[in-house]
């Protein structure tokens, strides 16, 4: 089946810090990939995507690339601020699937000043 | 345009009781789908719903339960409530721009049982 592996957090960083979070995952198919965001109190946002391999998604400062070679679509940030603080899913859905996604535990970023 | 609403953003209910859950997709989008969502078990797929008809579940009692009406809004409903349900219920509508590969979800609805 389908699965997505996310890094255990939380994940602590100072303001400024560099960033990843992990993630892998396990697809029968060619998948899209997904980095939903959630902030506290609030639900999930679509923060960037990658419909195939080698493609590059970014948005607000963060990317990731969809490795197909080692399934893999880790989340980097160059220098992160008090406001990422929140928690981040890794997600797939497969093309002519059934457009649910298969989400990650998600990984909590608690940025310190 | 406005986005997706979840009505009420807070419950609390007792054991045995049941709970209806509303959402308002984003205009447009013809999906709706619910998720429930726990520190222990994370994110997990309740059902979704696509022109009034359950197109996909997930794996869980038939205490849940879902329905869509003809303008997209769908509600959620849980019987006989256990200590286990509370939970964060979340619901996101796709069929937009991004086509339905892209959710976009509520704040969500806290329910919490006693």
């Known amino acids: 089946g389908n699965s997505v592996t996310q890094m255990e957090g939380p994940v602590t960083l100072s303001e400024e810090a560099f960033l990843t979070i992990n993630c892998t995952y396990t697809a029968t198919g060619y998948p899209s990939l997904f980095w939903y965001v959630q902030y506290p109190g609030e639900g999930l946002q679509l923060l960037l995507k990658?419909?195939?391999?080698?493609d590059k998604g970014s948005n607000k400062g963060f990317e990731a690339t969809y490795r197909k070679e080692t399934t893999s679509f880790h989340l980097e940030k160059g220098s992160v601020q008090v406001s990422d603080s929140a928690v981040y899913f890794c997600?797939?859905?497969?093309?002519?699937?059934?457009?649910?996604?298969?989400f990650g535990r998600g990984t909590s970023l608690i940025v310190h000043p | 345009k406005a986005g997706v609403t979840q009505t009420p953003r807070y419950l609390i209910k007792t054991r045995g009781q049941q709970v209806t859950l509303s959402c308002s997709p984003i205009?447009?989008?013809?999906?709706v789908s619910w998720y429930q969502q726990t520190p222990g078990q994370g994110l997990q797929f309740l059902f979704e719903?696509?022109?009034?008809?359950?197109?996909n579940k997930g794996n869980f009692p038939g205490r849940f339960s879902g329905r869509q009406f003809s303008n997209s809004r769908s509600e959620m409903n849980v019987s006989t409530l256990e200590l286990g349900d509370s939970a964060l219920y979340l619901c996101a509508s796709a069929g937009g721009t991004g086509g339905y590969y892209e959710q976009y979800f509520g704040p969500g609805t806290r329910l919490t049982v006693t």
């Open positions: 205009s447009g989008h013809r999906s």
């Open positions: 990658a419909t195939k391999a080698d």
């Open positions: 719903y696509f022109s009034e008809t359950q197109r």
């Open positions: 997600a797939l859905t497969l093309s002519g699937g059934s457009y649910i996604p298969t």
